[in-house]
């Protein structure tokens, strides 16, 4: 717990602490928030900040926000780790903060990984909070609506910060070069497609860019006053063979497509192969789980319900541990998915519906299905007629779902493979019984 300090200029600092932005306009990225117009910059640049959480990855900038949000406010300003505070600090934040407000004077309360406070510390903020003693600025990499406390949510706006792009980063590596506080004294030389290959290879992480291109500056080769970056020279600074991406970006696609046709082609063997080589090239284990989930819906969907399941369970294994342990975790997804039966049914069902839905947007939703919580409602006939499943032997009813414009049509067409096989049986059941009781 300490009053929040100015910006250091010791040149003993890394790369990242030593460039960190001083202002909203040296800030990289989050444009959807801090772009002109936006709201958090409108925020920040009338000191009008209410309580609020910073949800993002890594080095995205959520801990350089509240520093500039630190110098540009007028009220007092405290940065407090979740880290090394307990209930007793918080409790002595919170009367100095009391005292503040008796006073007139605002408090705003930096807390960096909120996540980490358990039920107790946070249930000691909310008070003080809602009394309107302290402004709470939380940081956190995990997501709020399981980690922060319900009532303490409810209370605070929440703004999602996105991984940086590639562009965004080189235009910081750029900076990095040239700024007086990054390599500006010095004359550097490293081309543009390696800048482009350390932001990539940064996957989103501004502050792991930065670090990558000082540690490549401090290993280049050096000859009289010029430094010169290599790409051999990047390749050795992360340990990496051969980096993933190339200057356009093209191979980090092609490796994906090749495990995606690998899988649906019920290859495991390709599959594995095409994971390592993104694995072991330094790609991020949940991009290719946010890959390997959409797959267990698309190519497999009801012909194996579990394959959804495995993926999910995947993606929260390499969530909790990383690389390189949860290389695992992602095999066994990806075997899996290439040995389940294959269905590209819920796939086609979406994108037919899809179709109807763009183009007959203002079909309205048939009177004996729309809800009625008030009287006028009922009056108009909303819900009337409606058929409750339960009540009924057989659990089904000939009443109309489809607006009348769209009756009849099928979008959902089953396959023969696996579980949906039964699945198609069951639906060829319930049409069967809807027709015989007058259904079109």
């Known amino acids: 717990m300490q009053q929040q300090s100015m910006f250091t200029s010791d040149a003993d600092l890394l790369l990242a602490a030593r460039l960190r932005p001083r202002t909203l306009d040296e800030f990289a990225g989050q444009k959807h928030l801090l772009g002109e117009g936006k709201v958090l910059r409108r925020l920040i640049e009338s000191d009008k900040i209410g309580s609020m959480i910073f949800w993002g990855p890594p080095g995205v900038g959520k801990t350089t926000l509240a520093r500039i949000i630190a110098v540009r406010t007028k009220a007092a300003f405290i940065d407090f780790s979740a880290v090394t505070s307990g209930v007793k600090e918080i409790k002595q934040v919170m009367e100095q903060a009391e005292k503040n407000r008796i006073y007139g004077e605002k408090t705003i309360l930096f807390v960096d990984e909120i996540h980490r406070f358990n039920k107790a510390q946070q249930d000691a903020f909310l008070p003080f909070v809602e009394r309107g003693s302290v402004i709470l600025i939380g940081a956190t990499t995990e997501n709020p609506s399981f980690e922060v406390n319900g009532a303490l949510l409810s209370r605070c706006k929440v703004f999602v910060l996105q991984p940086l792009k590639t562009e965004e980063l080189c235009g910081l590596l750029r900076r990095a070069l040239t700024d007086e506080r990054g390599f500006g004294g010095q004359d550097v030389r490293i081309a543009d497609d390696i800048l482009e290959t350390i932001a990539a290879f940064a996957n989103g992480d501004a502050r792991s860019a930065l670090s990558t ?30 980096l993933l991406y190339d200057k356009k970006g093209e191979e980090h696609y092609n490796l994906i497509s090749a495990l995606h046709k690998s899988m649906r082609n019920s290859d495991p063997d390709a599959a594995v192969y095409w994971l390592a080589r993104m694995l072991e090239a330094g790609e991020d284990p949940l991009y290719i789980a946010r890959r390997v989930t959409r797959f267990a819906s698309e190519d497999v969907g009801l012909a194996d319900p579990r394959a959804l399941e495995i993926a999910v369970a995947a993606y929260q294994a390499c969530h909790f541990i990383g690389m390189p342990e949860c290389s695992v975790h992602l095999s066994e997804a990806v075997v899996y998915m ?24 203002a079909e309205p939703v048939p009177l004996v299905i729309r809800n009625a919580p008030t009287k006028l409602m009922k009056e108009l006939e909303y819900g009337k007629g409606y058929q409750y499943a339960h009540d009924f032997e057989d659990k089904l009813t000939d009443m109309q779902c489809l607006p009348d414009s769209l009756q009849g049509r099928t979008y959902y067409r089953p396959g023969e493979e696996g579980v949906e096989g039964k699945i198609a049986a069951r639906l060829a059941e319930i049409k069967a019984w809807k027709a015989s009781h007058g259904q079109k």
């Open 213 to 242: 291109l000082e540690m490549a500056v401090l290993n280049g080769d050096v000859q009289g006053e010029t430094t010169t970056v290599t790409r051999e020279t990047v390749e050795q600074c992360t340990s990496k063979k051969s």
């Open 338 to 361: 290439s040995m389940a039966p294959k269905s590209n049914a819920l796939y086609m069902a979406y994108e037919s519906a899809k179709k109807d839905a763009l183009t007959m947007l």
